[in-house]
């Protein structure tokens, strides 16, 4: 199987970045700003696979809500689509009814594959983020200064109890939530361009205006592309657990076993992870219907607000079934015993053989995706380390490039990836239009020479029998580095790293942890090093949530996170950063000012990669690499014949959320199970 080198569109990302411009860039440009669509519903005619808008028509729905209608349950559908509903034009052809998704998850606080495919966003973007099409939002425009952006929303569209979806779930998100500091102590700087909070204004039930200080061609709700932007929140169900409206909301909270109202609030405000609440209304294909020790479980929303090419309302799948599992390895067993319909997030490289040798075995396709990750596995220390000799030694840039060499990504890439994947730095995909080679290679070679000369010129230049170096207060120099063993194949690689450390005097050990403790651990600076991978690397993506090689980091990467206190309080707590630090988070800070492709844009993005490459705060190792995904044989919709066949490059992760890209609620089983 082989990838073409570009992607399926008819140009590159890099021409198509290229393409655009300070006024262009939102595909049209009027004399009071730039419309999304360029056209009505009835002149387009989509592509395979595209979505678009059309008038309601005569359409069809699930036998089970036919049932449901006839015995006086349920609406009819007339009256649960919007004026408006999307038209998904199926991948292939139009579907069947019926059927289970199946799918696993690591736990309750983890989230899964098929979790991914049910995010109804404000848009959606292809897995290259290249396109984009309205889903939630029905069109916007962004003014020609690019100071004021307005969405429309679809009229007529509901929630899966069926209570309207209008502009006042969108205020309520902001200004009950985001800009309530009761909830929200800290604005993001998502919401406030050039340090200044934007405006928002209920224009009419379908309305929204956002006005900004300064320009902002870079709006999250516009750009936002791994987990899409989804700005609501069903006011009607949360307006009950928010003083604002309900006086007794405090002492309900602790009556229903919160700590206080913001935990109960919270609890379902963010309940699309994981276990989530059924009792939430939702916007996507599935609502949550259960869930206990084993399982989660979902079962089609009737007021889902997309039909298909014929009329037809989605989704096709009745049901999803999502069962918890303990390990990677029972995954693999479960996709081989064909127990699991689709999955990717924690398949690891080195299983795809297992997986392809078993395809007829398990009646599934084992398909090799490429992984948007810039490093798949990269590594960081603690820049604000408790013990003040080992944060001297891990701020000094020295050290850092001294580790990176020391690394032999090449036989990591060998032994863990196939040999598939790109020993490089962690940073921007190579298809990004402003790409310099030399950020991949920086102090990437493997080179443990130049490593042991490095730290000898730091001091660490003295050994003790065992040949490890001594700090300067005699102590061997030794750590952790700490990882969570989910999402890729970060345990081997840790184990590969600290070997290749211990073979330049580095007394290393790698040490897996829950997720959660991690984290917890990372925000109270108690860790030496920490490893996770670096995502949202794909131009778009980096461009909209500058995450992971911003000043402090991120996830399981997050190796300052005093910085990013400081930086988000304004210097009122936290710990200062060091300057560089400053001028990269100026630099990020200053990129959404700026249209794609504009000379602004790209000179800003050069300057912010060159800092994250000459600081060396993450450290990558192999980027780029296979990314393994199963799908049933019984399952229709989900790839193109070329893609099935190795002809076409998808890009896979975080950056355009894994399956989202490919539509699960057009997806249907040939057997109707």
Not at 417 to 422: E, R
Not at 443 to 465: K, S, V, W, Y
Request: aromatic residues 12%.
């Amino acid at each position: 199987m082989s990838f073409s080198r570009q992607p399926h569109h008819s140009m590159s990302r890099r021409q198509f970045v290229a393409s655009t411009a300070a006024g262009a860039f939102l595909f049209g440009t009027g004399a009071a700003g730039c419309s999304f669509f360029s056209t009505t519903p009835s002149q387009r005619q989509p592509a395979a696979g595209q979505g678009t808008d059309a008038p309601a028509r005569a359409a069809l729905e699930a036998p089970t809500l036919t049932r449901r209608v006839e015995a006086g349950d349920l609406p009819p559908l007339k009256d649960r689509l919007p004026e408006r509903p999307k038209v998904e034009q199926p991948l292939t052809t139009a579907g069947r009814y019926g059927g289970t998704l199946r799918g696993v998850a690591f736990g309750p606080d983890t989230s899964n594959d098929l979790q991914t495919a049910m995010v109804p966003g404000l848009f959606r973007f292809s897995h290259d983020l290249v396109d984009r099409s309205p889903e939630v939002a029905e069109s916007f425009e962004l003014s020609a200064d690019m100071k004021t952006c307005v969405f429309r929303f679809r009229k007529g569209m509901r929630w899966s109890d069926g209570e309207p979806f209008t502009a006042d779930d969108v205020m309520f998100y902001f200004e009950d939530w985001q800009f309530d500091k009761d909830v929200s102590p800290v604005l993001s700087d998502d919401w406030a361009p050039g340090g200044e909070p934007m405006r928002v204004q209920r224009v009419d039930e379908f309305t929204v205006r956002f006005e900004f200080a300064i320009p902002y061609p870079g709006f999250a709700l516009l750009q936002d592309t791994g987990r899409p932007a989804t700005p609501y929140v069903p006011k009607h169900f949360l307006r009950d657990f928010h003083p604002r409206y309900n006086r007794d909301a405090a002492a309900e909270a602790k009556a229903a076993s919160f700590q206080n109202w913001q935990d109960r609030f919270l609890h379902y405000a963010e309940s699309d992870w994981g276990e989530q609440a059924p009792e939430r209304p939702v916007l996507g294909p599935w609502m949550p219907v259960g869930n206990d020790q084993q399982r989660q479980r979902y079962q089609r929303n009737p007021y889902y607000w997309k039909v298909d090419s014929e009329g037809s309302q989605l989704p096709y799948v009745d049901e999803v079934v999502v069962d918890y599992i303990n390990d990677v390895e029972l995954l693999v067993l479960k996709a081989l015993a064909g127990e699991v319909d689709v999955s990717a997030l924690s398949l690891e490289p080195v299983q795809f053989p297992v997986l392809k040798k078993g395809e007829q075995q398990g009646n599934f396709r084992a398909l090799r995706m490429s992984s948007v990750r810039g490093s798949e596995v990269a590594v960081a220390f603690n820049q604000v380390h408790k013990d003040p000799v080992l944060r001297r030694i891990f701020n000094d840039v020295r050290f850092r490039q001294a580790a990176s060499v020391a690394i032999n990504r090449e036989e990591i890439n060998r032994l863990v990836f196939l040999g598939q994947g790109t020993p490089r730095q962690a940073t921007i995909n190579e298809e990004a239009s402003f790409f310099k080679p030399d950020w991949a290679r920086h102090f990437a070679q493997f080179d443990p020479d130049l490593a042991n000369q490095l730290l000898d010129e730091m001091g660490l230049n003295e050994r003790n029998a065992a040949g490890i170096r001594l700090r300067s207060d005699g102590r061997p120099m030794g750590f952790q580095l700490e990882f969570t063993p989910l999402e890729g194949p970060k345990g081997p690689v840790a184990e590969l790293v600290v070997e290749h450390w211990r073979r330049v005097g580095l007394d290393v050990r790698a040490s897996p942890r829950e997720k959660n403790s991690l984290v917890a651990r990372l925000e109270a600076g108690a860790h030496d090093a920490s490893a996770w991978h670096v995502e949202r690397q794909l131009e778009r993506a980096a461009y909209s949530s500058r995450t992971y090689v911003r000043p402090g980091g991120d996830s399981v990467l997050t190796y300052a996170h005093d910085w990013r206190v400081w930086f988000e309080t304004g210097g009122e707590a936290g710990t200062e950063p060091p300057e560089e630090a400053k001028e990269l988070e100026a630099a990020f800070n200053e990129w959404p000012r700026y249209a794609m492709g504009s000379p602004e844009y790209r000179r800003t993005a050069q300057k912010i990669y060159d800092l994250v490459a000459e600081t060396l705060w993450v450290i990558g190792t192999v980027g780029q690499g296979i990314a393994p995904v199963t799908v049933t044989n019984d399952l229709e919709n989900v790839f193109t014949e070329a893609v099935l066949q190795g002809e076409d490059r998808v890009w896979w992760g975080g950056d355009n959320w894994i399956w989202l890209p490919h539509r699960a609620e057009q997806w249907f089983f040939r057997s109707g199970r």
